[in-house]
Structures are given as C-alpha cells and as structure tokens.
C-alpha cells in the first residue's frame, strides 16, 4: 500500500463538504419532520413515518437510473443541477404547510437527493487514489455519518429553542454553502464510459457485482430506520427529548474517535474485522435502547450504536464499490444506495405500523433481530468468497 498518494485533495474536500451539506439536510428534516407532524399539523406517528417513506421511495425509484444520467451528462454537471434543485425543495419547507403538500415536496426532494449524492459518491471514487480506496472511501462516507449527528443536532436544538421555521431557514443556508464548495469541484478525471445506445439494460441499472454486499446494508437501513424515524418520538415518550441531541453527539464522537482505525484495519486486515463486530455494537445498542430507563443508558445505546453504524455502513459501501471496476463506481455507488435506501424506506413505514400496535421497545428488540440477520448473511458472504478463493 502507498500511503504517500494523498486522500485529502482540494477536489476530496470540496465533495466531502458538499455530501455533508447535503445528508445535513437530509437527517436534520428526517429527525425533526416527525415531531412537526404530530406536534404542528397533528398528525398520527403512521403519517410521521410516511413523510420519510415518501422520500425514500422516489429516491428508490430514480436510483438505478443515476448511473446512466452520469454517463449521459457528466458527473460534475448533474452533481451541480441536481443540488440546486435539492436548495430549491429545502427553501420551499419555510412555505409548505399542508400535510398533502409536505408530501409532494418530499417526493420531489427525494429524486435530487438521489442523484446527487450517486454522483458525489462517485466523484469520490474517482478522486481517491486506488491503492488507498477502503480508507478514502471509509472518510468520505464519515461526510454522511457526521450529517446522521449534525443534522438532527442542529434540528432539534432550533426546535426547541426557536421554531420550526427558523429551522428551515437555517437549513436552507447551510445547504447554500454546500452549493458554493461544489463550484470547486473540478472537471471529471477522466471520460466517462461512453453511454448505450437508445436502449436500457440490467448493467444501466444496477452493477450486478455489488448487489449481495447491497442487500445486506438493506437489512442494516431497515434496522436503523427505527433510530431515525423515531427516536425523536420514543424520547419524548421517555422524558428525555432534551438529551436526543446529547445522543447524537456521543454517536458522533465515537465515529471520529473510531474511524483512523477502522479505515486503516480495513485495508490491512481485512472488511470482517470491522463489520463483525460492528454490528454486534449494533445489536448491543439497539437491545440497549429498547430497555431505556435513564440518561445513563440512553446515551450509552447512542456510544454503541454510533460505534456499529459508523464501522459497517462505510465498510458495506467500500465493498460494493471494490466489487467492480473503477469505470463502474457510478454504478455500483447507485446500487448500494438504493438497496440501502430501500431499507430505510420499508424500515420507517413498516416499524411505524409495529410501534403504533406494540410500543418502541418491541421496534428496537425486532431492529436488533434484523441486525443479527444481516451478521449471518454477511458471515455466508464471507465463507463463500473464501471457498471462491
């Protein structure tokens, strides 16, 4: 390994700044929505969850499709369009008040984010030096494990200190200055692939290499759509809404803390000695914040959690983009998300419907159940990669 081939370039830097502005915006609405659902326009925690279903389901839906709009259009460019649209959909909140309305402008923001973060995503790929691809990759997606943090952080700390609109606003700004770092952003590294003719196939859609890797990261969004969708809603219920941004801090600090040596464990151990036990970390948290009964034990689920977030999504995602080659990364990038997404949205619609009829504990045991699914499969994985070997 050539650890002399630098990660933190001006171009890595300027997409790390903008992928963070744009999950801010993303985790912030995703953690603060449901309260202005049920809170402001008094609406079920069914219909909270169904303002994150909504979103996630047209980003769903264009997913596959993003890999070939980069091709046709370059990456820079639609990276560009699309975050100006995104802008756009984040200013409208400060207007948008029916709950009808809410939910066609999530389905409008969902498509932007979708293309937008396939083609940051992939600009990373580009810019990261191959021979040190899972630690570059593993910094980049911390862009997005810092926005799970700050986002919410800054959401709910405005909520509850001033009001639902100056939230928005100060979303819209933030998002504005990651508008501006991507106007550094240089020019593709190289060509892109040259786009099929006048015809779509399987390979213009999903990279096949990467879907086992992306399925199992679906199992983990679907877990965690639990703690983003309403974790809100179960610390209000417990009394400790106050501390949510402290859990989110402690997420964060462990994820920095963490990273230097997941990353670097990655590259020269190997992906199991980081995802094994990142999501028994995982499992340990969820089973902890299910049987919640004091700040004490409400912000050490937020530590375990943190610890097992931070270390296996980076890690699913550096393993779906090394499955392919490097012209593929778009591809490959488009696949993990929307199977990833996927989980989130099935998480977040069919977890709400569980906590309605059974309460929060049984959504965080059953969140930990699915978690262990995933550890099985992602060991199978492992040993049939082995006997391939």
């Known amino acids: 390994m050539n650890n002399k081939e630098p990660i933190w370039t001006k171009a890595f830097i300027s997409l790390f700044a903008t992928n963070f502005s744009i999950f801010i915006i993303f985790y912030g609405l995703v953690s603060a929505l449901p309260l202005y659902a049920t809170d402001v326009l008094n609406r079920s925690d069914e219909d909270a969850g169904l303002l994150m279903t909504i979103f996630l389901i047209s980003a769903i839906i264009v997913r596959p499709f993003s890999g070939k709009i980069l091709d046709l259009f370059g990456k820079r460019k639609v990276l560009w369009t699309t975050l100006l649209l995104y802008l756009l959909c984040t200013a409208l909140y400060y ?4 709950f009808e309305m809410l939910l066609v402008l999530r389905l409008v923001q969902g498509i932007f984010f979708s293309i937008a973060t396939t083609a940051s995503g992939s ?44 939230m928005f606003l100060t ?76 859990f989110f801090a402690v997420f964060a600090i ?61 890690s699913f995602q550096t393993l779906a983009i090394q499955s392919t080659t490097h012209a593929r990364s778009g591809y490959a990038t488009a696949t993990f998300f929307t199977l990833f997404d996927t989980g989130l949205a099935v998480g977040s619609f069919l977890l709400g419907m569980i906590a309605t009829q059974f309460g929060y504990q049984n959504l965080y045991l059953l969140s930990s159940v699915f978690v262990i699914v995933a550890l099985i499969l992602f060991m199978g994985l492992q040993k049939k990669k082995n006997r391939l070997a």
Do not use: C
């Open 95 to 98: 207007f948008v008040e029916p």
């Open 123 to 166: 600009l990373a790929a580009d810019n990261i030096p191959v021979s040190r691809r899972g630690a570059g990759l593993g910094y980049f997606v911390m862009s997005t494990n810092l926005a799970v943090v700050v986002g919410p952080f800054i959401t709910l700390t405005i909520i509850q200190s001033f009001s639902y609109d100056a």
């Open 171 to 246: 979303l819209t700004a933030l998002l504005i200055i990651g508008a501006f770092a991507a106007l550094i952003i240089p020019a593709d590294k190289r060509p892109d692939t040259p786009p099929a003719k006048n015809r779509l196939t399987w390979n213009d859609l999903f990279e096949k290499k990467a879907l086992p890797i992306a399925l199992n990261a679906s199992i983990v969004g679907f877990s965690y759509a639990g703690v983003l969708s309403y974790l809100s809603i179960y610390s209000q219920q417990k009394g400790v809404l106050h501390l949510t941004s402290s």
């Open 254 to 314: 462990v994820m920095l803390v963490t990273r230097p040596y997941t990353g670097r464990i990655f590259d020269e151990k190997g992906p199991k000695y980081i995802i094994i036990p990142g999501l028994l970390s995982f499992v340990i948290g969820l089973v902890l914040l299910a049987f919640m009964n004091s700040p004490f034990l409400f912000l050490l689920s937020g530590a375990f959690i943190g610890l097992g977030y931070g270390a296996v999504v980076p």
